[in-house]
């Protein structure tokens, strides 16, 4: 109903006109009859009182009747409004009234539809709610596992290969297969006489300088960091898929490598700093990759014939050297500078193996 100004009712039909009607017969009209008949001289007083006595009682019965009904009515509308109050009701008020009370009962009507329209909105939001919030919960946590997972990644290899793990087989690295790997060994030269002559502190302070730059060099060929044994470190190259190829990717993080140490050596000479050389082997063959360890420590690592070859040739390298094995030259291309070994023995292997030296710029 459109509301505007308050309506006035002044008919039989409302509360306001019985009012009206029943103060009427009940005094008004009574006594005008009265001071009519008495100014004509048509009734004295004793004649006039036995006369309008029941008169007077009738339309007093009368007025009372018609107060009695509308109270009646307004006493049902309280008492049905209450049931609705007290969730007795659920349904719309029925009452047939005075106009004035079917309003009031319309309009508490229309506010019972505009209230459960709002409580099935509220109802809709709340559900709305509920699902944002889980999406948002789901949202976060896999936000933290995310962030748990960079973390994690971010010490093996460089930030441009991240992405990709992540993204690799839902989140998790590598499965455990067998698969073909480029593996770079690099260790310090004469380490331990080194170590001996050096204060503690300055040993890691060393080490820690020296395995930023390097870790920081096989990152950006696409490597990964398998693991740091004291003063060696094991770097693995086509664990991730790239455009590039893995032994070349080894070969040119070895001389990088190089490169970076002696420019670290000029400036640890100049500040009168202990100086040293690193060797470096490469192989390429299948390895085994997984978690490897035990149920308190597993390391995701490779292991394999290909892996010992790597260790060997690192360990038959002298300072400044980088010796790779046959796999590794023949998959690489020829714009490096090789120089043939010939054949070798390694330890733990019977027949011989074919090597090569990488000869730095």
Do not use: W
């Not at 309008?52 to 009682?57: A, D, G, Q, T």
């Not at 990088?256 to 040293?276: D, I, K, P, S, V």
Request: aromatic share 8%; with cysteine.
């Amino acid at each position: 109903m459109k509301r505007g100004k308050p309506a006035y009712y002044s008919d039989y039909k409302s509360l306001g006109g019985k009012i009206v009607v029943a103060l009427a017969m009940m005094a008004v009209i009574p006594y005008l009859l009265l001071i009519y008949l008495f100014i004509n001289n048509q009734i004295n007083f004793t004649e006039t009182f036995i006369f309008f006595l029941p008169l007077i009682l009738i339309s007093i019965l009368s007025g009372f009747s018609l107060l009695r009904r509308s109270a009646d009515q307004l006493f049902f509308l309280s008492q049905e409004i209450a049931r609705l109050e007290g969730g007795e009701n659920k349904g719309p008020i029925q009452i047939q009234a005075d106009r004035e009370l079917n309003e009031i009962a319309d309009h508490v009507n229309g506010m019972l539809q505009n209230l459960e329209k709002m409580k099935r909105k509220n109802q809709e939001q709340a559900t709305q709610l509920m699902i944002y919030s889980r999406d948002l919960a789901l949202s976060y946590k896999k936000t933290k596992q995310e962030e748990a997972l960079r973390n994690r990644l971010s010490r093996y290899v460089g930030n441009n290969l991240v992405d990709k793990l992540i993204n690799l087989k839902d989140g998790v690295l590598l499965e455990t297969e067998r698969r073909e790997v480029t593996i770079l060994f690099a260790d310090i030269r004469s380490f331990t006489a080194i170590a001996e002559r050096m204060k503690a502190d300055d040993v890691v302070l060393m080490l820690n300088e020296y395995f930023s730059i390097m870790v920081d060099t096989i990152f950006k060929n696409n490597g990964l960091l398998d693991k740091f044994v004291g003063d060696q470190l094991i770097a693995v190259f086509g664990l991730v898929e790239s455009d590039t190829n893995p032994p070349e990717d080894a070969i040119r993080t070895a001389l990088e490598m190089q490169q970076a140490t002696r420019a670290l050596m000029t400036r640890r000479l100049q500040e009168n700093q202990e100086y040293f050389e690193i060797g470096i082997g490469i192989n390429t063959g299948v390895a085994i990759i997984g978690n490897i360890g035990s149920s308190n420590r597993m390391d995701y690592t490779v292991i394999g014939d290909c892996v010992n070859v790597a260790a060997r040739l690192e360990e038959m390298a002298k300072g400044g050297e980088i010796i790779i094995g046959e796999n590794t030259f023949r998959k690489s291309a020829c714009d490096f500078n090789f120089e043939c070994r010939g054949e070798v023995y390694v330890k733990n292997k019977t027949e011989p193996v074919v090597c090569y030296n990488i000869l730095c710029n």
